[in-house]
């Protein structure tokens, strides 16, 4: 039993296609690099895809966790699991999108505070946009982590989401402009895009982070922050990733 409660941090954006689920997992693996006990709850109920990209065969899924919780059935959380790394577990989502309609996002909530108690950071990933459950999910975690690009549509829908966290007073987000995403995308400068969107820009994932063979890693269910093979044309970029990690931790 560990003696300090771990963190809960949720990985979150207003629309698909940012980069959320692969930041997400790269995390992790600066995480457990750092000698962090790292467990990812894919809290994208009907369309996660946390198994898929890390290439693992699960057993339990989400609503398992659900389903034994509302029947008086849970024991513990280690049937659950599917391991991953020595500092890694998972908890898959559904496998059929049509458990995630039964699912009462407020038995989950209690479950991820239950593990603050077993690991150091709990990485929650997420649909992307204002859905009852992810409101329900962002209110309830330690750090929110928003991911955005600098595509027009993206900041539109940031600034929206960021009025609707001002209203209700959230103030523990972190904004993560991804760069590496589409490294054609550099209309907006970092002044432009926290006028528009009210919210200063805590950090950059620089386009040098761009791997144009991402695919290949995620069919090998390989995170790449845990390959010490992989180069990129400036190191430094990488250590921002990595201060950023340490800046999480000691938040």
């Known amino acids: 039993m560990k003696n300090q ?16 689920t ?12 750092k000698n962090q006990k790292v467990l990812i709850v894919d809290c994208d109920l009907a369309g996660g895809a946390i198994a898929l990209n890390l290439n693992l065969t699960v057993e339990k899924n989400i609503f398992h966790v659900y389903e034994d919780l509302v029947n008086h059935r849970y024991q513990g959380y280690e049937k659950y699991i599917t391991p991953y790394h020595k500092n890694i577990d998972m908890i898959s989502a559904c496998k059929d ?14 479950f991820l505070e239950e593990m603050k108690n077993h690991y150091d950071i709990i990485l929650v990933d997420t649909t992307h946009g204002l859905t009852r459950d992810n409101i329900l999910l962002l209110d309830k975690m330690d750090i929110i982590l928003y991911i ?17 966290m001002n209203k209700i007073e959230k103030e523990n987000i972190k904004v ?7 490294i054609g995308l550099n209309y907006f400068s970092k002044y432009d895009i926290r006028s528009i969107i009210g919210k200063n820009i805590d950090y950059s994932i620089d386009p040098s982070l761009y791997i144009k063979n991402i695919t290949s890693f995620l069919l090998e269910g390989e995170i790449f922050t845990l390959n010490k093979s992989l180069t990129f044309k400036d190191k430094n970029d990488l250590k921002k990733l990595e201060k950023m990690a340490e800046d999480l931790i000691e938040e």
């Open 5 to 20: 409660k771990g963190k809960t941090m949720i990985v979150t954006s207003s629309k698909g296609g940012v980069g959320k």
């Open 22 to 33: 692969i930041f997400l997992l790269n995390l992790a693996g600066i995480f457990a690099k």
């Open 97 to 110: 999108p049509r458990q995630a309609l039964k699912i009462d996002i407020e038995y989950i909530i209690s």
């Open 148 to 164: 955005m690009t600098n595509d027009l549509m993206d900041i539109k829908n940031t600034k929206a989401f960021m009025d609707v």
């Open 176 to 182: 993560i402009l991804n760069n590496s995403r589409d």
